[in-house]
């Protein structure tokens, strides 16, 4: 399967960082493009303009949230509709960031795939354990229950993306070994093939400190269809290294 690296900006970037990490990524696209997919998550308030830079480019743009609803009186939200209508083919759910800082449940990251599917965007469903969870051998279970309670029902081939993202491992510098995430993404394999038609064509991505000297050798795991990259995704050269390491 090609493999997919999506770049997660999280809230950085103001108008002129924006454009011009995207125009770099342009660039190296055009100049040597790269054997997998690309996918970039600015902030909301640069989608549209980041959108527009993107437009004829091979890489495609995503949003790192989405309500449930498509629209109503939700002060500070964005709906999927909207980031469709922004040019988004991709809306990341149930980041850790989120489930942690934002109190999100299983049952909302669930309401929020099944929003992003409805408006036609492809959800990239992130699941993950903490240090405790980790340390107590509990990460296959915390990653079961995820899965089995934020999964979209309707999800089927090339419709949904997971992304294993150990929440210890988030900007830290800290990575499991290679076998610790070839484990967690053999069980989730595992886990899709009980729960949708076509488990071999849903991307499985890893996530958590990925940078231009780890990617290759993570990107070689088996079952790891992909990189979820938060920081190095802000510096164009890592986040290209990590682009062909996906080659
Ligand atoms: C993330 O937040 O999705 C992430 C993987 O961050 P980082 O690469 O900075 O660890």
């Not at 125009?23 to 054997?35: G, M």
């Not at 990251?109 to 969870?133: D, F, N, S, Y």
């Not at 038609?197 to 088996?222: F, H």
Request: glycine content about 12%.
């Amino acid at each position: 399967m090609r493999k997919l690296i999506a770049g997660n900006w999280k809230m950085n970037g103001l108008r002129a960082d924006g454009a011009a990490l995207a125009r770099d990524l342009v660039s190296r696209a055009a100049k040597s493009p790269p054997s997998c997919d690309l996918l970039v998550c600015p902030p909301a308030t640069l989608l549209a303009e980041i959108g527009s830079l993107l437009a004829g480019s091979r890489i495609a743009l995503g949003g790192q949230d989405c309500h449930a609803e498509p629209k109503g009186a939700h002060t500070g939200d964005v709906s999927a509709p909207m980031l469709k209508d922004a040019g988004c083919a991709y809306v990341i759910v149930g980041h850790s960031e989120r489930r942690q800082n934002h109190h999100e449940s299983d049952a909302t990251v669930r309401a929020k795939a099944t929003a992003g599917l409805g408006a036609g965007l492809i959800p990239i469903v992130c699941v993950g354990e903490t240090a405790a969870q980790r340390d107590a051998k509990q990460h296959l279970s915390v990653c079961g229950g995820q899965i089995a309670g934020s999964l979209p029902e309707i999800a089927g081939a090339g419709q949904l993306v997971v992304a294993y993202e150990p929440v210890w491992a988030i900007g830290t510098g800290r990575t499991p070994t290679t076998t610790d995430i070839a484990e967690v993404h053999a069980f989730i394999r595992a886990e899709l093939k009980k729960r949708v038609a076509n488990p071999d064509a849903v991307r499985i991505l890893y996530g958590g400190s990925v940078n231009a000297k780890n990617a290759a050798e993570i990107l070689g795991v088996a079952n790891v269809d992909g990189a979820l990259v938060g920081g190095a995704s802000l510096d164009g050269a890592s986040f290209w290294t990590i682009a062909q390491a996906a080659g």
